[in-house]
Every structure is written in structure tokens, then in C-alpha cells.
């Protein structure tokens, strides 16, 4: 049974991979590139383990791509405070708003399902990126299964195909962190060399 699951796995990860859409890629790469040439930030919005992704990808686009990057769950204390006094669904919106975020700005969205209004899903990241449309500033989605609405709001959406359904929340969450090393790495954002 270890050995199946194990096999499994690893072969619908391949499929996945096989059919991540390159000229989607591209286009996110090509929306960094500008973001740094305009001197712009770049905010990374995800909730559960797209948020520790989120934090994570951070750190790289800052170290790796000279980057000014920021993930508005890394402050525990503002977060809550916005969630308390302002509620759960404006707590990224409200958040951007703080940063006065601009049309030099990208913000990017790691989710699972991409958030659902109707069934009161992520409705804080599609808040978020209804806010980035007001002021301008350029979306990225990097989601799993159809995309949600982040699919239908952001200017460039990375969709990972479902391969199974009971993979969606691991295969999405595992594909984020390959993308976001991929943009750092890419020989046209990486300024600073890895140590290893």
C-alpha cells in the first residue's frame, strides 16, 4: 500500500508538472521584470500553507531578485488586530490600503481554490485583488484546480491541473513553491547567487 501511494504520488506530480502552461510563466515573468524596472513592491497573499509559502517566497524575492516584497500574514499582530476590528474578509484590502499600494505594485495570490464569494471562500484575497484593479496594480494567481475567482480577477493566472482530486490541497500547495523558485532563479530576476 506504501509503495502504491508512494508510486502514485510521484506520477501525478509528474503529470502536473508536464502540463504547467509555459507561456503563463512567461507572462508572470515578464510582470516581475517590470515590476522591478518600475521600482515597484511585490505583496504575497495566501491563507493557511499558502501563507507560510507566501512568507517564504518573500524572503526569496527580497535575498534572491532584490525584490521589495511583503506578505501581510507575517505581522501576527497587525493581522489580528485588522481581522478584530475590521473583519476577516477586508484583512488583506484594508492591509494593501495601509501600504499605500500603487500601479508600480504586483500583488501575487497563492491559493488552493483561488476563493469562492458565493460559498465565502478566500473571500480575502479576492477582496485584495478587487482592490489592486482600483488602484491599478498588476495580479498574479498562482492556484490549484480552477482557479476560483482569483483566475477571473488576476492580470496573469497559473493554474495547477488537477490530476486527482484527493491531491488538490498538496499538489497546489508543492507547485507554488516550485513556480515562485523558478521566478527567483530565472536568469532575468536573479540578482544574488544562492549559497548552495
Not at 501525478?12 to 503563463?24: G, I, Q, T
Not at 524572503?59 to 476590528?85: C, G, M, Q, W
Not at 500583488?107 to 478566500?122: E, L, P
Not at 507547485?175 to 523558478?182: G, N
Given at each position: 500500500m506504501t509503495n502504491e501511494f508512494i508510486a502514485n504520488?510521484?506520477?501525478?506530480?509528474?503529470?502536473?508538472?508536464?502540463?504547467?502552461?509555459?507561456?503563463?510563466?512567461?507572462?508572470?515573468v515578464r510582470l516581475i521584470i517590470e515590476l522591478r524596472n518600475s521600482g515597484g513592491r511585490l505583496f504575497i497573499l495566501g491563507v493557511g500553507g499558502s501563507a507560510a509559502n507566501a512568507s517564504h517566497a518573500v524572503?526569496?524575492?527580497?535575498?534572491?531578485?532584490?525584490?521589495?516584497?511583503?506578505?501581510?500574514?507575517?505581522?501576527?499582530?497587525?493581522?489580528?488586530?485588522?481581522?478584530?476590528?475590521?473583519?476577516?474578509?477586508?484583512?488583506?484590502s484594508s492591509w494593501l490600503a495601509g501600504s499605500r499600494l500603487n500601479e508600480n505594485d504586483v500583488?501575487?495570490?497563492?491559493?488552493?481554490?483561488?476563493?469562492?464569494?458565493?460559498?465565502?471562500?478566500?473571500v480575502n484575497l479576492i477582496r485584495a485583488l478587487e482592490y489592486a484593479k482600483e488602484k491599478g496594480s498588476s495580479t498574479i494567481g498562482i492556484v490549484g484546480r480552477d482557479g476560483g475567482e482569483t483566475a477571473?480577477?488576476?492580470d496573469v493566472c497559473v493554474i495547477i491541473p488537477t490530476e486527482s482530486e484527493t491531491l488538490v490541497t498538496p499538489l497546489a500547495e508543492s507547485?507554488?513553491?516550485?513556480?515562485?523558485?523558478?521566478l527567483v532563479s530565472h536568469p532575468q530576476i536573479q540578482v544574488a547567487a544562492t549559497k548552495w
Open positions: 504520488y510521484l506520477d501525478v506530480s509528474s503529470r502536473v508538472l508536464s502540463k504547467l502552461d509555459h507561456v503563463l510563466l512567461n507572462d508572470v524572503n526569496d524575492f527580497r535575498k534572491l531578485a532584490h525584490i521589495e516584497a511583503y506578505a501581510p500574514t507575517d505581522n501576527t499582530s497587525e493581522l489580528t488586530a485588522r481581522v478584530n476590528d475590521e473583519g476577516w474578509e477586508t484583512v488583506f500583488v501575487m495570490v497563492f491559493s488552493v481554490g483561488g476563493g469562492d464569494s458565493k460559498n465565502s471562500v478566500s477571473q480577477l488576476a507547485f507554488q513553491s516550485l513556480i515562485w523558485h523558478l
